[in-house]
C-alpha cells in the first residue's frame, strides 16, 4: 500500500499548482481520500477531502473557493487543483486514506498518508 504525492513547488502568490497522490496496493475508490497539510510550527490543518459513501467533498474554510478536490479512478489517483495561491498556503501537503471511509469533514481524521510534497508560495 502505498501513497505518492507529487507536484509542489514555489509558486508567485496568486498563481496556480496542481497536486497528484498516487495510489498503488489498493484501490482509491473504496476509500475515503483527502489532504492534509502541516506547516513549521503550526498544526496539522484538514485542507480537503472525498468520503467513500457518497462521494461528498469538504473544505477548509482557509482553502474554500480556491482549491477543488478530485479523483480519477481509472488512474487511482487523486488531485487537488490550487488557485489564487497565498504565503499562508505554504506548507507540506499529505494525501491520506481517512480513519473513517465515510466520514469527510470538520473533524475528519486521517489515517495512513505518503510522503508529502513542499508547497512554498513567496508574497
Known amino acids: 500500500v502505498q501513497l505518492v504525492e507529487s507536484g509542489g513547488g514555489l509558486v508567485q502568490a496568486g498563481g496556480s499548482l496542481r497536486l497528484s497522490c498516487a495510489a498503488s496496493?489498493?484501490?482509491?475508490?473504496?476509500?475515503?481520500i483527502g489532504w492534509f497539510r502541516q506547516a513549521p510550527g503550526k498544526e496539522r490543518e484538514g485542507v480537503s477531502c472525498i468520503s467513500s459513501s457518497d462521494g461528498s467533498t469538504y473544505y477548509a474554510d482557509s482553502v474554500k473557493g480556491r482549491f477543488t478536490i478530485s479523483r480519477d479512478n481509472a488512474r487511482n489517483t487523486l488531485y487537488l487543483q490550487m488557485n489564487s495561491l497565498k504565503a499562508e498556503d505554504t506548507a507540506v501537503y499529505y494525501c491520506?486514506?481517512?480513519?473513517?471511509?465515510?466520514?469527510?469533514?470538520?473533524?475528519?481524521?486521517?489515517?495512513?498518508w505518503g510522503q508529502g510534497t513542499q508547497v512554498t508560495v513567496s508574497s
Open positions: 491520506s486514506t481517512l480513519f473513517i471511509s465515510e466520514l469527510c469533514g470538520p473533524t475528519t481524521t486521517f489515517d495512513y
Open positions: 496496493g489498493f484501490t482509491l475508490d473504496y476509500y475515503g
